[in-house]
T-cell receptor, first 113, second 109 residues
């Protein structure tokens, strides 16, 4: 178990409100990722991080920001939530002997009403 | 061309059947490949890693064809519990990890 937890696990929020999702890991892995998953689209990369204060955009980064001020925490923020951001959000880290294998958190189910 | 492409399926097969599905990738620099299994409404979990031409683990075999740029997953003697979505991801050496959209397998009694 790579020791990765996401919080909250479920959230309902109103359109226009800010939302922050947290991903916490306990083993000092360098890489951390945020994905969203919607029916028919698979896993789509939002943002990722290589280390503290080192982040980059993925393919669907519009409307999202991230921060990584500590190795163990990677925060995903929706500045002003929209209904199109209703989704399941997965955090992942890279582990394994060559730091190539992804290990996922249990996901956060976000509903924007 | 998408970085990773998979046939979405569903592949409907009877118990005991052998089934195979492919994943094509566009980046010829990809060195290693991974298959993940995802159950409905759950997180993906690593099924198999491929660092050379292929890998075998029990009923599961992954084969890499670098010339045609695809990796296949073969499941022998399918079980009901194999029903899931199978995702592939090539490791291109870049920081980003891009997953295929997955192939859904439904094993029927």
């Amino acid at each position: 178990d790579a020791g990765i937890t996401q919080s909250p696990r479920h959230k309902v929020t109103e359109t226009g409100t800010p939302v922050t999702l947290r991903c916490h890991q306990t083993e000092n892995h360098r890489y951390m990722y945020w994905y969203r998953q919607d029916p028919g689209h698979g896993l789509r990369l939002i943002h990722y991080s290589y280390g503290v204060k080192d982040t980059d955009k993925g393919e669907v980064s519009d409307g999202y920001s991230v921060s990584r001020s500590k190795t163990e925490d990677f925060l995903l923020t929706l500045e002003s939530a929209t209904s199109s951001q209703t989704s399941v959000y997965f955090c992942a880290i890279r582990t394994g002997p060559k730091d190539t294998e992804a290990f996922f958190g249990q996901g956060t189910r976000l509903t924007v009403v | 061309r998408k970085e990773v492409e998979q046939d979405p399926g569903p592949f409907n097969v009877p118990e005991g059947a052998t089934v195979a599905f492919n994943c094509t990738y566009s980046n010829s620099a990809s060195q290693s490949f991974f298959w993940y299994r995802q159950d409905c409404r759950k997180e993906p979990k690593l099924l198999m890693s491929v660092y050379s031409s292929g890998n075998e683990d029990g009923r599961f075999t992954a084969q890499l064809n670098r010339a045609s740029q695809y990796i296949s997953l073969l499941i022998r003697d399918s079980k009901l519990s194999d029903s899931a979505t199978y995702l592939c991801v090539p490791d291109t050496g870049r920081r980003a990890l891009t997953f295929g959209s997955g192939t859904r397998l439904q094993v029927q009694p």
